[in-house]
């Protein structure tokens, strides 16, 4: 299963699973699984879980990449 750090960033943020859940429009199971690399999403559902970690920022603050939440590996 490949390595993310959407858990660390999360709480980083202050935001539950349900939060985020609400942000993305991503289900809270399926964001509870991608934490603990129990499934890999698609890149589209990633991309929405980005999204919804962005919302949170305030202006002026750098957003967050999908590329540092959800590393691309060589393992693909």
């Avoid at 991608?34 to 920022?57: C, H």
């Amino acid at each position: 299963m490949k390595e993310n750090r959407l858990k660390s960033r999360r709480i980083a943020e202050g935001l539950t699973i349900t939060d985020l859940s609400r942000l993305s429009k991503i289900s809270t199971k399926v964001i509870s699984q991608t934490e603990r690399f129990l499934i890999d999403p698609t890149e589209v559902t990633k991309r929405k879980i980005v999204n919804g970690l962005n919302t949170v920022k305030r202006s002026g603050e750098k957003s967050y990449e999908f590329e540092y939440i959800f590393p691309r590996t060589d393992r693909d």
